[in-house]
């Protein structure tokens, strides 16, 4: 039982302490006054855990930090349990024994991974975590009634939470994610799971009726292809001795043509041949009339140089004379006799000398210069001739070259070569055109013609007789049966191909179906395990259950018979899906609906405390109902109060249960056993509590 409660700062409280009895303690007060902050302080104190939203929220507005401080006792041993909390999220935590009035610690702190959890050892203490006390020993506003006017179905999932199948849930879920697990590393493994043998057994059928049916296609096809390559052996036989007369013909053909082509080339280099010659002599006609010339025009050339060396000799003396006479000319200008009077010595002089008489000089200046022009005239001339005698001399010279070139020695050389042209030109008309295919003819073109013509009556000679279209039609049929070999190959091929995918997939197929045979009896036998023990409606579940509603009977009729109404006993089954509740008296089943309002809480009241027994609620024996008289009318307000006062006054072997009872109708607590009841009032500075 809970002995005291202390908070300082928490929710609404500034500084509370609450002392607790065996019995029943009432809080009573209006809504928002701090009743049920009382309810978390416990939990928070012993579990850490709450209602509120979060931790900070705990702490009283204004303050900075907060704590609780729970007191109580399980088999007469004394505990206590502290929880702080600050501004910052920072938590402290200590649970200790009492021993005489000295605090020996058990546990601080929440370092799990450390092996140090308070939550841990209150835990052990009490026998119950925070769910379960939640469900044995808290019963919310509205719900103490509400566990008889349930559904069936909603009693069972409150049943299914009080004996923990909601873990079974949770393994189960485990043991599905095993399970999946395990086929998805089968499926990694084989490449299937066990969920595909009747799959895997319907494609190996599949497979063994292809095999069957495929096989005797291959052995037809490969007697087919044996037939086709016995015939076609036959006809390549056949061809063999033929074969070579092809190529005979062949070169049948090239030989005429190599004759016709040669034939071709004869006679254009005959044709050539008396160009060149032509060309020859039309070149050395008349050379032999210049070549005469070169012995007469050289010498004339030879003397018409020397006489032009001596006119261009006879110029230059000229034109020194001319440069002289015109200096003495402008000296004569200077000289005139004054009174027959040298103007340079002033001696008399009677007649000039003709030197320096200005009109002899210039009358030999004008003869000298009619001498330049006669001798330039003259110089002329014999330029003329000197480039008449070197242009004859050139086509002497010239003529020399080309008949040298030509090899050309005199004009019975030219007569020769005009008789060579003749003979070939009648020799050219003698050979017969190459398109009119006279063979014969061309043949006696030459020594070369002849041996190629008798190459051509040898191939004509082995090829006599021979039918290329006959030839060409049977190796036409050779090559339709060699693509209807190679066809067959490829039909044989693929079906052998076929026929080995389809052994390797049997063979796979098998193997696969033997492993997932073994592997389909493990998960036959998880699945039995996922269905008998984990599944919330298998036998370990429903034995739970069984035995849970068993022992709650057993002690809901224990606590019944006590509050001596004329229910002796309840008995809880499950039928289907659903839980049903039947009340018996001393010699009938009673109908729930027909039981009076004190009845139907005492039943309410004694279900809720076989639950608690079964949570093993006993070691702290304590049970927190909160506004039970929510929804009640005076009548069954007044027999909760009755059954309450009867409760308070059972020991149970020396273990009574404690009972907080959160109300706002403290009037129907008046008349009634209970041991202490506490008022919760609203102020400024927070939770006002004052014991009545």
Known sequence: MITSIELGDFLSHSETKLNFDNG???????????????????????????????????????SNQGFV????????????????????????????????????????????????SMTQEVEKIIGLNFEKLKIASIVQQGELNAIIKAKPKE?????????????????????????????????????????????????????QKDLEQTKPLKEDLVSKQNKLQKELSELRKKTETDAPKIDKLNQLEQRKQELQEYAKEAIHEIHREITEKERRVSECEGCFEYKDLKNVLEPKIEKVEQAIQETQKKIRELTS?????????SLAARLHLKDN?????????????????????????????GEIADTEKEGSIYNQKKTEFSEKLQKAREAEATLKAHAINSQEDIKKIQEEIKVKRQRVQKIPLVTTGNLVEISELDSRAKIIFQNILKLESETEGFNEKEFQNLKNKINEK?????????????????ITKDEEQINSIKNAIKELIVVKKYFTKLDSIQLNIFSRDGSVATSLRSWALNTISVKASEYLTLLNTKIHRIHLSEKSRDISIACFSKNEMLDLESLSGGEQVSVALALRLGMASLLGASNLNLMILDEPTTHLDVERKKSLVRVLSQLSDITNSGAAMQFI??????EIFEDSNVERIYKFESTEQGSKVTEL
Do not use: W
């Open 661 to 666: 009872i959160i109300t706002h109708d403290a």
């Open 69 to 116: 401080k729970v007191k109580f006792s399980v088999n007469g041993r004394q505990y206590q349990a502290i929880r702080k909390i600050d501004t910052k999220g920072s938590l402290v935590a200590k649970f200790s024994e009492i021993v005489n009035e000295e605090v020996i610690e058990i546990a601080a702190g929440e370092r799990k991974q450390f092996g140090e």
């Open 341 to 369: 009077k040298c103007p340079v010595c002033d001696s008399n002089v009677e007649k000039l000398n003709p030197l320096f008489q200005e009109e002899h000089l210039k009358q030999e200046l004008e003869r000298i210069q």
């Open 482 to 498: 060699q693509i209807r070999l190679s066809q067959f190959d490829q039909q044989i091929g693929a079906i052998i191909e076929k």
């Open 24 to 62: 029943v303690t009432v809080f009573v007060g209006h809504n928002g006054a701090g009743k049920s902050s009382i309810i978390d302080a416990i939990t928070f104190a012993l579990f850490g855990q709450h209602t509120r939203k979060s931790n900070r929220g705990l702490i009283k507005r204004g």
């Open 321 to 329: 004379q001319i440069g002289s006479l015109k200096e003495k000319q």
């Open 155 to 207: 009693f069972k999932e409150l049943l299914n939470a009080i004996i923990g199948i909601d873990k079974l849930d949770i393994a189960s879920e485990e043991m599905k994610t095993v399970s999946k697990n395990f086929r998805e590393k089968i499926r990694e493994s084989i490449g299937y799971d066990d969920t595909y043998v009747d799959i895997l057994q319907k494609e190996l059928e599949k497979y």
